[in-house]
């Protein structure tokens, strides 16, 4: 006869031999048999913590004790929680809200009167499911009262193995009384002594140590909690005073006694010792109050920890010890030192206590890694945060003590110290932080694209919160093992990211009255306008031989909602030709003046795509738009030169998508090229290559410098920089020469921006100051509707989309690419780029918030928001962003030089 073996058999690492359980079942056996023997097995399995599962992810197989022969049990995973499965329940067996899922007596190991409701937000794992498990649905108001003392199911983990035994203990019960229980029922912990043993309440991935004469009640546990049975801490001490010759004494000492106990048995010991042999004097006492005295009391006097010598300052600072907290909270290490002192805040007295100290001669293994229940909050070691510089406004929600931070990029080792959330920032403050790490380490809610919860680093016990930046930064802070700080953050950090518009400091009232002083700050607001525009591009031209006009078309936003309100267009043009344009062009964006040559008259203008199609469509509104821009160049009326920024393949391939070009027969006297600048998803993995290279340099210092620029030669970012330059020139080039330009690119907010922008960067001097940067930015980014909402992702959470891309950096990359081949020529340096930069990601000011001016002003931006203009033109930034070699406004053409040899890796910002 054949017969399988199920069995188990473990010895925990704490040497205690763990129990083994065999059954042996005839192959050839009745199926009630192998029932009963498994079921022999399961309870078998579960009294000694077996869930039979292998990992928390295993699928489970569901059965319902007395369900129809029609229903078929559901298999979900173990990670499910609850109320998926009452609700595919109530679905095939129905039952409403008061039906729920019971798990029956025989999963425990002591007897159970109607089992134990499933909480329906916790997953099935956390109930030591089998893989084949059996559960009874049914309505909870059937359920008889557990009577007047509560019962709880806890799981208790087992010494030496991920693995867990679910008991029934009284709510009334104390925890040295549990201790006692489990004692007795788990022969794990047959042979503990209970008294110098107490229970660990485990979350997630830490743990708080309960206090022994507490009820399980009282400690705020609960069914289903998973519990740990632990040693409870001790510290050997030696205790050094002057009062006494004799060689120094050694106390054990609970890591539960509190700490006014403690100051009781020095001053006990110390009143004891002898007087001195030389004077015969009386002992002196610990505190004038124990001598008759009314000068001091003993709550003048505590101990103060000295830490012993450790490699991080921040764990070096001495800290007094509150009385009414416990000894074992501090996790106090070997060679540590208490002393026993007068407090700063004690009043003088005549009358001072002998120099009395602590030396730590032993503590536990490892340090306490949880806190122990006070009755007032546990201490703090150092409070860094209070030096903290708060903007108007800004508030600390959280902070976490003990965090550590570590990045081989910028740190050689790890750094320990303090997490702080604000409305505004997440701030990582330490002493040991230089100049850059504080910045480094501070930076805006709003530029985290994502962060996740992990396990400890190298296999260490630290649990930590990995943050993503969408300025492509990414950090870790690791926890300690109580993990409650780092829920506490997470939580904190999800309420006030990926919310939209709600908690964005922008709007933060505090934040944008401190701005309302006119001696001090401009209203960057109102730095652009198209009018202001418009008159300075014609100040050289009578307004009698001015063929351009500002048109208010789209003044409520009829022709096109990613255009601004007004346009600059040719007086020629109708507003009923316009509307026609407007259903030929992409998104309704017509051919508009983006700039004027002061002299030759040669214009730059800029659209959408037309929509040609697979039908060959026409416009012949169109086609007379662009006649007419061609013609209102006297100096070279001959030819409209139209560049297209995209690869001609993908400008072929849109038109099966609708979109199209123009081409030479539809559009007469046109010369069209192609620019070959690549789309948004190119650009963005292009991108993340340089991040790669930028990752594999900070983890290996030793590699060669030609891997490295073999590397970043691979990922074409500087290629895709150089292309964007070459395509500059080639429009300077006939600018310069008095020849008009059209640009346009699939639907004119991407890589037009990027063209137009540029081009006009190298025509015009005024763009090239610092006002003048920041209304080319005003002009052809946001008003003419670059979607920085999409392209950026402002509290967005899905940093998935397709949609991102680093559109607006490519095109910062190329300025500065000009500032370094021209740099007398800018007033403006490479910080002002950089806080650019800084704040396209921060949401601290409304300057880069949502995709166009409609928009903006749906959203009430200029109220409720302070413009970036605002601070950049400010009497205490303006010296920080100008650029000493200026050499002042000239009129004077930049024709960059588009070699691969001249092009720079901008090292100030990746």
Known sequence: MSEYCFGSDRRGSDGFETSSATAHVSASGKALKLQSSLSFLRRCFLRRGRPGLKSESQDVLIDIAGAPPYFRPLKVSATSKVKTVARKLRESLGGDESYGLFLPEDAFSDNNSHGILMKESYPLWKYDVLPVQTLEWRRVEDVPAAGPTSSLFLKVLLPGVAESATLRFSGNMSVVDAVTSIKLRLKEYAEIDSQYYTLLLVHEVDGVLLDAN????????????????RRRPTYEMYVFSAASTAHPESITIDGSVRVQDLLQMIQAWVVSVPGSPETGSDPAPIVPSMAGSDADTSSDYGLLIIPAELDDPFLNSPEWMQDNSNVGSYSLRVH????????????ASACVPPPTKLIIKSSPNSPLSCELPTSSPPPRRRDLAAGLSLEPGERVLDRADRVTFYNSRVVARPIVGELVVTNFQLAFISDSLDAFLEGFLRFPLCTIARMEKSGGKGGSSQYSIDVFLRDFRSMSFDFEQVSEPRRQIFSMLEKFLFNGNKSMFAFTAAWVQSFAVPAKYEDGWTLYSAEQEYNRMFRSRPRSENNWCVSKINAEYGLSETYPQFLILPTAITDAQLRAIGEYRSKGRVPALSWIHPSLHASLTRAAQPLVGLKRSRCIEDEFLLNTIRQL????????????????????????????????????????????????HVIRSSLSKVLSIVELQASDHSLDT????????????????????EGTLKIVHLMDRGCSVFVHCSDGWDRTAQLSSLAQLCLDSYYRTIVGFEVLIEKEWLSF??????????????????????????????????????????????????????????CKFGTFLCNNDRERLREGLRTRSVSLWTYTNSVCAASEFRNT???????????????????VFWKGYY
């Not at 891997?707 to 970012?717: D, I, Q, T």
């Not at 070699?885 to 092009?903: K, Q």
Request: aromatic share 10%; charged share 20%; proline share 6%.
């Open 633 to 680: 160049n006297p100096t070279h009326p001959s030819t409209l030169f139209i560049f297209d920024a995209r690869p001609k393949v993908n400008a072929v391939a849109n038109v099966a998508n609708g979109g199209g070009y123009e081409s030479p027969s539809a559009y007469p006297n046109t010369a069209l090229e192609f620019l070959n600048i690549e789309n948004i």
């Open 706 to 725: 030609s891997v490295l620029l073999s590397e970043l030669a691979s990922s074409r970012w500087l290629e895709h920089v150089r292309l964007l330059l």
């Open 214 to 229: 507490v009820t399980l009640d009282a400690a705020g546990i609960a069914d289903m909690d998973i519990i740990e049975v």
């Open 336 to 347: 540590d030192q208490l002393e026993f002192k007068r407090r700063p805040t004690a009043s």
């Open 885 to 903: 070699l200026y050499s002042g406004p000239r009129m004077m053409t930049l024709f960059p030089s588009t070699t691969a040899d001249d092009m």
């Open 785 to 842: 509707g670059h979607q920085f909402q999409e392209r950026v992702g402002h509290a967005d959470d899905n940093y998935s989309n397709e949609q991102r891309s680093p559109i607006f950096l490519h095109f910062m990359d190329c300025v500065f690419q000009l500032l370094q081949q021209f740099p007398c020529e800018f007033e403006f340096n490479e910080q002002f780029l950089l806080t650019i930069l800084d704040h396209l990601y921060s």
